[in-house]
C-alpha cells in the first residue's frame, strides 16, 4: 500500500518559548483562551506506525487574551536600513575636510 500525498499538508504545532506578556494567574483546570502570533522556525516528520507524524514549531512573539484582533496592534516591523527613501540632503559635518586636505598639525610639517 502506497501512501498518498495530500493537496494541503497537514501538520501539528508546538509552541517554544513563553509570552513576553503578563497574565492574570487562574485556577487550575480553569479553560482559557489565548491569540497567539509567532514565528514557524522549523518543521519536522516523524515516521510512526500509523503514517508520518508532521509538527511545526513556532516561537511565541505576541499573546493576547481571548480571541482578539488586537494581536496585530503595533505589529509593523522595526524599520531597516532600506525601508526609507535616500535623502537629497547631503551636508558634510563641520569636522569633514575634502579629499587631499589632511590633518594640520602644529609643528608645521
Do not use: C, W
Not at 497567539?36 to 508520518?52: A, L, P, W
Amino acid at each position: 500500500m502506497t501512501e498518498q500525498n495530500p493537496l494541503i499538508e497537514e501538520a501539528h504545532v508546538k509552541f517554544a518559548g513563553s509570552s513576553a506578556e503578563m497574565f492574570e494567574m487562574e485556577e487550575v483546570d480553569t479553560k482559557v483562551v489565548f491569540t497567539v502570533m509567532g514565528t514557524i522556525k522549523g518543521d519536522s516528520r516523524e515516521k510512526q506506525t500509523n503514517g508520518v507524524k508532521r509538527t511545526m514549531t513556532v516561537s511565541i512573539t505576541k499573546v493576547v487574551r481571548g480571541v482578539s484582533e488586537a494581536i496585530y496592534e503595533g505589529d509593523e516591523e522595526d524599520p531597516s536600513l532600506f525601508d526609507s527613501e535616500p535623502s537629497d540632503d547631503h551636508e558634510s559635518p563641520s569636522n569633514v575636510v575634502g579629499i587631499g586636505q589632511g590633518p594640520q598639525f602644529s609643528a608645521g610639517d
